[in-house]
């Protein structure tokens, strides 16, 4: 039986990611983690340990104690938050993957990290942004997911560790809210139109940056770590993709759903400053070759389905 340990449980990614592998692999096999708890199915559903990720005697004592072998290690800051508090970026998003990295040579466990769309700059090119490019971040963010990429291809290098990951691009959801990113507009969207039928921008109009609706992004992971080792021929980092769009794209789908649906801008100078240097749209066609990566929400098959799911979560 596989026994997998989720660090950053209770974050957007990790609430969803811990439904999906306990509903797959088993409630008991997944111990989900985080620095505080909460009253919900994730600490709830299945084992649960309170786990602070730059604390390294206690990862690997969680770790041992569950007698794990895979980590999938999602606990870090995002980009916004990241560029107000540098220091604590870099200290929990470098500390906690390299003592997670740790855990998983020490222990032979499959690992699973993601980086981003963030680790790449503004010379890098826009369109079609390949796999194999030049990245030259120019915030905390994602100077962080860049040598996160390349910790974990050394890992595998020089000590055999399993590693995988992809670059996540802004991920949708209407389970748990992000907080902190850049691409957090285009998730307070839907919550906005529903509540009041409107909505303040804070990415300027013509700002194409790329999504994913969450179910995609955690079959991805899941269809990555599954996928055989023979095929890769990268491991860490690799471009996923479901659609690119701009703020006046995503407000005219949810208006096909909602006429009266109005946007205005404030734009906040610190993010739109990262969302322009980040790529306008990736090519995500190693991850197709090497793992059969595919997506099947795209912009309005995603409006569809948050509105109807967030209809009846927003009392
Ligand atoms: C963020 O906006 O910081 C994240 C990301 C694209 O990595 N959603």
Redesign the pocket.
């Known amino acids: 039986m596989k026994r997998i340990l989720v660090t950053g449980a209770l974050g957007q990614i990790g609430s969803e990611l811990i439904t999906k592998l306990r509903r797959e692999y088993g409630a008991d096999a997944v111990i989900a983690s985080d620095i505080r708890s909460t009253d919900n199915e994730v600490v709830h559903g299945g084992p649960f340990e309170l786990l602070d990720v730059t604390n390294a005697e206690q990862m690997y004592t969680v770790a041992k104690k569950h007698n794990v072998d895979t980590m999938m290690h999602m606990a870090a800051l995002?980009?916004?938050r990241a560029e107000q508090t540098p220091q604590l970026a870099w200290n929990l998003n470098m500390g906690g993957l390299v003592n997670a990295l740790e855990v998983a040579r020490e222990q032979h466990l499959q690992f699973f990290t993601p980086s981003?769309?963030?680790a790449f700059g503004p010379d890098t090119p826009k369109l079609n942004t390949p796999q194999d490019t030049l990245q030259r971040p120019t915030t905390m963010?994602g100077i962080n997911k860049v040598a996160g990429e390349l910790l974990c291809d050394y890992y595998h290098s020089r000590f055999g560790v399993d590693t995988r990951g992809v670059r996540?691009?802004?991920?949708i959801s209407y389970v748990t809210p992000?907080g902190g990113?850049?691409?957090?507009y285009a998730v307070e969207i839907y919550y906005e139109a529903l509540r009041s039928g409107r909505y303040t921008s804070f990415i300027k109009e013509g700002t194409y940056m790329d999504m994913m609706y969450m179910p995609d992004a955690l079959q991805a992971i899941v269809d990555l770590m599954e996928a055989d080792p023979a095929r890769l021929k990268h491991r860490n980092a690799f471009n996923v993709t479901a659609m690119s769009f701009e703020p006046q794209q995503i407000a005219a789908e949810i208006r096909k759903h909602m006429p009266s649906f109005e946007m205005t801008y404030n734009v906040d100078p610190v993010r739109q400053a990262i969302a322009d240097s980040w790529p306008n749209a990736i090519d995500a066609s190693a991850a197709m070759q090497e793992w059969g990566f595919k997506a099947t929400y795209d912009l309005a098959a995603m409006t569809e389905d948050m509105l109807s799911k967030l209809k009846t979560a927003i009392p």
């Open positions: 995002l980009s916004a981003s769309i963030g963010y996540f691009p802004g991920l992000p990113g850049t691409t957090d």
